[in-house]
């Protein structure tokens, strides 16, 4: 799919939907931490700057949903490739990894380390590693 975005480019759009009950309905902060942990997880399997790499919830039925883009004029091709289900799943496994607890942050918070980034500073005091960890592990569970 192509779509304009806002601004003087296109590029390409992936929309992940997540088919799970939200434990405690916390859906905003639960979008907005698969959005950080997904997006750094996309970074590290593509070996990209997490920088051109784009994503935001999207709210509808309850369940979270994202989407991704490729944050760079003309698209990269990036997020395409999460069409792979074999890509998609590595990406949802190393997002997982990052939110363990290694960093050191407690499950209701948050830090640089996991979830936190310059881009979601808005949202900080709202992103709780172990909602977004629990969650990833429930979704790979199932996939
Ligand atoms: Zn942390």
């Given amino acids: 799919m192509r779509v304009a975005l ?18 405690g309905r916390d859906v905003f902060a639960l979008s907005h931490g698969l959005v950080a942990a997904i997006v750094a997880g996309v970074s590290l399997v593509l070996e990209i700057p997490g920088i051109e790499v784009g994503g935001a919830p ?3 039925d309850g369940f979270p949903a994202i989407m991704l ?39 209701d918070g948050s830090c640089y380390a996991c979830l936190r980034t310059y881009r979601n500073q808005s949202l900080h005091s709202d ?11 429930h979704i790979l569970e199932h996939f």
């Fill in 69 to 107: 883009f490729d944050d760079v004029p003309g698209g990269g091709g990036v997020v395409a490739r999460l069409e792979e289900p074999t890509v998609l799943r590595s990406v949802l496994e190393h997002a997982r990894d990052r939110l363990n607890g290694s960093c050191g942050c407690g499950p």
């Fill in 6 to 23: 806002g601004h003087s480019f296109l590029t390409d759009v992936v929309r992940l939907d997540f088919l799970l009950p939200v434990p």
């Fill in 127 to 137: 992103l709780r590693r172990g909602l977004v960890y629990d969650y990833l592990n």
């Fill in 58 to 60: 999207v709210y509808g």
